[in-house]
Structures are given as structure tokens and as C-alpha cells.
């Protein structure tokens, strides 16, 4: 049943079942709301309501309120002391990743593994990678995790990949709980706490990058948390689609009372901190060169800063976090970053083949030798219940 619910979150989504209004909901604004005419003309009404910084300013800061307060996002969590769980380091070829584990709020655990450079010195930058939704419940596990993490890290960075709830090793509740977004938003924050506290870690270039659902957690996490310095959502900014998953649109962040928007205004919160686009030609990016993209270029127009706002767009390709998607991410993340692409390339391009692709048994976290600790919060209503 869980794998099934996994696969109609992620179908819903490509193929706008999910499509609303809701009239049980009228406060939601999921999957494909809009077409894409809407979209775009949405684009055009939220626009009329400013005209320089100063005005974009104050509906960013409506926008932002709107965000907290529709995932009831308490000012100040109640977080657990991280006191992090590391073991099974392994030396791979220019870079290590072990598995890790830490306490978000009391009880429940973030899961993951950390890559990190070899043969740097000094301060180096670090990024959050979280995953997309899928038909499996191993995508942290997957090969192109795997690649793009072993690369970022290859490249002088320290990396934290972590799973969604639901996924991987994160089975203290089920993935479409209710306030699955909430959850995962705080979830997010303490991999940022995590990460930024290690300790050759340089918290002025903090970056995080996700594809599909792992680009909502990334554009979200982006508009609320300012030590996040590079963003890099992949084939999600959508003018049109909110997300075919509770995780993403489950809660009223999108239509309060005192206003309406969308995702791509949300991604644009980031102005004026660099952010790539990733898109492509066969999902619900398919106009970001044309739609959403002009209309977050005109935002960090206001801050002079179009030049740190880019899109790379793949009209022949679908849905992924492949191969050119990464290379897209790699070489902005370097520029941005001052990571050395020097470290990956062969013959002027970036080589993956060092990397190793571990079985995914040898990245979980918790096992029989490592059990999950008997303080965890377990079930969907003891999981809820933390957030009251």
C-alpha cells in the first residue's frame, strides 16, 4: 500500500489528476490548478502588484508570511539537540560518504549520507540535496543520487543528501502524512543546522539543489531560510503546477486571505541570491523559458542582478535529474561556489566514471548493527502529535 500511495503522489502529478480547484478544499491550490493560459495570465496579476524593490519587497514579505502561516510553521521549532549518528565511512576515489542520522524535533530522525572532499584545505562549501518522488522509496539511493553527490563532492564540496519522509530510512511515518509539508520543511532545516555546523564547512556558501519534489523543498526552503546563499531547483518552477504531492502543496501556502500566488513567485524569493532554473520539454517546465523564467529575471532586475538568475532549458527531455541536468547544475554551482571543475573533467569535460555507485544497503543508515534508537517517534498520529 505504501509503495502503491508513492506511485499515485508522483502519476498524479505527471498526468494533472490532481488538477483543481477542490471544491472540498477551495483553500489548496494542487497539481495542474491552472492551465497554462491561467498560469501565465495569473503571472501577469500578481505582477500589477508591484513596480520596484521597495513594492516587490513588501508582497515578498506577504508572500513569505503567507508560506509560514499556511504550513503553520512555528517561529521558534521545537527542535531535538542533533546529536548525530555517523558510521560507515568510505574512502572512495577523491572523495568519502558515510550515514548519517539526527534528531529533528524530539523523536524523529533525518536520514542520509554526507559526502565529503578529499585533499581540500581549508573551507569549503556545502549543499543540501534533497530527491524527488518516484516510484521507489530509495531515490537517495539511487544511481543518480549517487553521481550527482560523488561529483559535487569530487568538486570540493560538502554534501548532505537526505530522504523525504516515507523514503529510504525515514519510516517513522508514512510519506503523504498531512502536514507532510511542514515535517519536511523542518526536516530541512536541521540538515541546514547539520550541515552548516561541520566544522570546515563555510556557511557563506551554503547551496541546495532537488529535482521534482526535491525542487519544491529547495524553492521553499530557499524563500524562508537566508543561509542559503545558491539555489538550484530542478523541473519544478511552474506557473501552472503546484505539485501532485501533499508534501508540496498540501497546505494553503498558495491562496490566503490576503492574497493568491504560485511557485514561481515563491522560487523568486531567492533574488538576489544565484539561482538556476532547470527545466525541460516534457513535464510542467516546458514554458520556463518563455513564462516563468522572464518573470523572476524582471525581479532581480530590481536588485541588479539578472545576471545571477539563469535557465537551462532541454526541450528534448523529460522529467529526471539526468546527466545534462547535472552538468547544468555542476558548472553554475562551481561559478558560484568557487568550486574547482578542474577536479572532474577529462579532457574538458566533467567525467562521473570515478565515481562509485554503492549498493544501496551499504548507505542505509539503520541496520541491525545500527538500529534506529528506541527514543523514535513511530506512526502517523505520534508524528503529527510533535507538531502541537
Not at 190 to 198: H, P, T
Amino acid at each position: 500500500m505504501r509503495i502503491q500511495n508513492l506511485l499515485i503522489c508522483y502519476l498524479a502529478g505527471l498526468v494533472g489528476v490532481m488538477a483543481q480547484p477542490n471544491p472540498a478544499r477551495p483553500d489548496l491550490c494542487q497539481g495542474a490548478y491552472f492551465t497554462e493560459a491561467e498560469g501565465a495570465k495569473a503571472l501577469q496579476t500578481f505582477a500589477s502588484t508591484y513596480h520596484d524593490r521597495a513594492s516587490w519587497e513588501a508582497r515578498a514579505a506577504l508572500i513569505r508570511k503567507g508560506i509560514r502561516e499556511g504550513m503553520k510553521l512555528p517561529d521558534k521549532p521545537k527542535f531535538a539537540p542533533l546529536q548525530p549518528i555517523r558510521h560507515s565511512l568510505r574512502q572512495m576515489d577523491g572523495y568519502t560518504v558515510e550515514n548519517v542520522a539526527f534528531e529533528s524535533l524530539p523523536g524523529l530522525f533525518v536520514t542520509g549520507n554526507l559526502y565529503r572532499p578529499l585533499n581540500v584545505k581549508g573551507r569549503v562549501p556545502g549543499i543540501l540535496c534533497p530527491h524527488g518522488h518516484g516510484g521507489s522509496q530509495n531515490n537517495r539511493l539511487m544511481e543518480y543520487t549517487q553521481q550527482r553527490c560523488a561529483t559535487l563532492a569530487r568538486m570540493g564540496a560538502v554534501v548532505f543528501a537526505y530522504d523525504m519522509l516515507g523514503y529510504g530510512d525515514s519510516k517513522q511515518t508514512d510519506h503523504k502524512i498531512a502536514e507532510a509539508l511542514t515535517l519536511q520543511t523542518l526536516n530541512g532545516m536541521r540538515s541546514l543546522d547539520f550541515l552548516s555546523g561541520l566544522p570546515n564547512v563555510d556557511t557563506d556558501r551554503i547551496a541546495m539543489s532537488g529535482e521534482s519534489g526535491g525542487g519544491t523543498q529547495t524553492f521553499l526552503l530557499t524563500a524562508l531560510d537566508p543561509r542559503i546563499k545558491v539555489s538550484v531547483p530542478v523541473v519544478m518552477v511552474s506557473a501552472h503546477f503546484f505539485g501532485g504531492c501533499v508534501c508540496e502543496s498540501g497546505m494553503p501556502i498558495h491562496k490566503r486571505p490576503t492574497h493568491q500566488t504560485s511557485n514561481v513567485e515563491i522560487a523568486a524569493l531567492a533574488a538576489p541570491r544565484p539561482m538556476l532554473l532547470v527545466s525541460d520539454g516534457k513535464d510542467w517546465t516546458k514554458n520556463t523559458p518563455s513564462v516563468e523564467y522572464p518573470y523572476i529575471q524582471n525581479i532581480y532586475g530590481f536588485y541588479g542582478a539578472k545576471d545571477r538568475v539563469d535557465n537551462v532549458h532541454l526541450l528534448t527531455e523529460g522529467h529526471d535529474y539526468g546527466p545534462n541536468k547535472r552538468l547544468a547544475a555542476y558548472q553554475f554551482l562551481a561559478k558560484h561556489l568557487k568550486l574547482d571543475l578542474s577536479r572532474v573533467q577529462k579532457n574538458g569535460q566533467i567525467d562521473e566514471s570515478p565515481n562509485t555507485i554503492l549498493e544501496p544497503t551499504a548507505l542505509q543508515v539503520f541496520t541491525a548493527e545500527h538500529p534506529r534508537p528506541a527514543r523514535a517517534v513511530v506512526g502517523d498520529d505520534a508524528v503529527m502529535a510533535l507538531l502541537k
